[in-house]
């Protein structure tokens, strides 16, 4: 397995802990601190407070009991004493290691026969490292009772895609995704639209897309997953009757519907799928080992059934505890007799203590309940009756980490700790799983776009490969076009299309599934609060000026108002709601800096503010000693925060989750109300949008409405 690695790259998340259990104190801190006369001046009486408050770090409490300046000094001038004295402690008997512990009178030595600790402290250790030598490819040479594969199925996928495609039919579409030339077909299926990209230069030879089934009994599965998988799920529902066939079928998949209600159905799919694939691909190479070894050397059988090296899946998961959910659900498919290294996979994967109550967001607490951290990474290894934890990666059969943590193992050339990169073990990876993608777009979503670009790549070493048995295709080079990667998000982004298009070149086609049509989240803000809604659209020449654009928009059209009533009390509680964090930066030193804005009293809670600083801003909102207070979408996703006093939403973008729409236009206003710091059916809402926010403005107002919003020569639509 690569290197042990350390802390974390820059990542788009709030920064956490370096493995362990999530404790659910999450801290934004990271990004430097914002400075201005205005803004700096409210702040300081309670800054300088919190400043006297705070406890010695981490560094200054070793500092203390390291011994006094004056023994240190000693030591330094007495070299040979000290030599002597070093000798003479190694010459006694070994002493184990030292614990890092929290209260300086805990220093008694460990045990021996406790397990070794690393030296530089629980928070450096990489809990997820493993020490193991590589094995070669033949290791495991015994095979399982049935066979099913003797006789290789022609209907089955697996052999029509991996062992023995039409090479007539690849060469030709291989050909068209050189091109980029692509087939586009649109269908609807139970509810959801289907549309797919085939390559294909003329749409009329287009392969019909899998018809749907009924159940598993339908599906080429092993023989041992068979039983359990119709127990587990004897019948299908309409969305798993669409999104078998394609999985199975080794399709691209973009699914964006996911939902916490269907979520277990597709964590089950994905993991029979992936295991599936596992075995069928172990027990070929298993039995054809065999059958070389029952031949001999003079034998003609040559065997093309491997890959460089022996990984073959991986996923790409928001939090350890969604892995916890990924091995769950593979041990109810599998059903092995032995689990090895389970105790520690729940030890430092596992957290049964329940963190948030009923009253936060389901989606919020799907994510972020148990162990929350994500920097994380582990192998999985299968033999016959056993599954394995931490197994090292080039003996694994399934990758699950993080971006972050998968990131860190592959390695950076700029990292000169580092002794040098390594990816081999990415290099046979034939189906990729990322689930949450949603999630992950709000961690640093250039760690996606990084791992998946050091798929399927030439391995640098060997890694005790036998070429003869490597099938053509991995030699050719083509392993991308035959590599299968399904995404499931809870909606659509341009980051996701994009990803789509770009790492998804399978020579089967990619497919994007997604609701038939929204209804849009302003229908169901009808039931929480009235509220008079304003979308104001402004014109942008290209996706790249829409920044500038949409900010040019703002301090023309809606900062004239906001400065108009800074004197008077209709100002007091505007809520700025502002999803990127540049955008957020570029409003936030407007109103501290510009002239204009000098009677503006304004606070501002971002991913990057701790607990105390948001805890002030949306303090001092509520009593009205900010007037204006500036919030992000991902402090939002990550804290969910329940901001009161707010009589007017405007929202400088939408957001991307329809979700928040809701949560913060009609949550907001309504708590108001309730609170009685605002008339009801009095609230009012502001949202600039632009053409290119296409996606999102779909989500909020719903299918119907959109195609109007979007090219009417009218730029202001109301809603009430």
Known sequence: MPGKFKGGGRRRGPPKGKGGK??????????????????????????????????????????????????????????????????????????????????????????????????????????????????????????DDDDDDDIPDSSDPFETHFVSPDQEVVQKRLKAIQANEFSQSNSVQNGWRLIRNLPSKDSAQSAPLPSSIPGPSSLKLKHRLVETASRKRPTFDKLEQVLYPLTFAYNDILFCGRTTRNAENLRRMACLHSVNHVFKTRDRVIKNNAKLAKEGENGDFEPRDQGFTRPKVLMLLPTRNSAVKMVNTICSLCEPEQQENRKRFDETYLDKEAKFTSDRPEDFRELFEGNDDDMFRIGIKFTRKTIKYFAQFYNSDILMASPLGMRMAIGSEEDKKQKKMDYDFLSSIEVVIIDQADALLMQNWEHVEYVLEHLNLQPREAHDCDFSRVREWYLDKQAQHYRQTIVFSAFNTPELAELHRRFSTNWAGRVRVQPESYAGAIEELGTIVKAKQTFSRFEAPSVAAEPDARFEYFTSAVVPILTKRANTKDLAGTLIFVPSYLDFVRVRNYFATNPACSGLAFGAVSEYADVPEASRARSHFLNGRHQVLLYTERAHHFRRYVIRGVRRVIMYGLPDNPIFYNEIVGGYLSKSEQDLKLEPGKGTVRVMFSKYDLLRLERIVGSKRVGKMIKERGDTFDFI
Request: glycine share 8%; net charge negative; aromatic share 4%.
């Open 22 to 143: 999530g404790n659910g104190k999450r801290s934004f801190g990271g990004a430097p601190k914002f400075d201005s006369a205005r803004y700096a001046d409210i702040e300081e009486v309670e800054n300088e407070a919190s400043e006297e408050e705070q406890p010695p770090s981490d560094e200054e409490s070793e500092n203390d009991g390291s011994g006094s300046e004056g023994e240190q000094d000693q030591a330094v001038s007495r070299p040979y004493f000290a030599l002597m004295q070093s000798l003479s402690k190694e010459s006694s008997a070994p002493h184990t290691k030292r614990r890092k512990l929290e209260h300086k009178s805990s220093t008694k030595p460990e045990q021996q026969e406790t397990a070794p600790v690393e030296e530089e402290g629980d928070e450096d250790r990489d809990i997820d490292h493993v020490e193991e030598a590589e094995e070669g490819p033949e290791d495991d040479n015994v095979a």
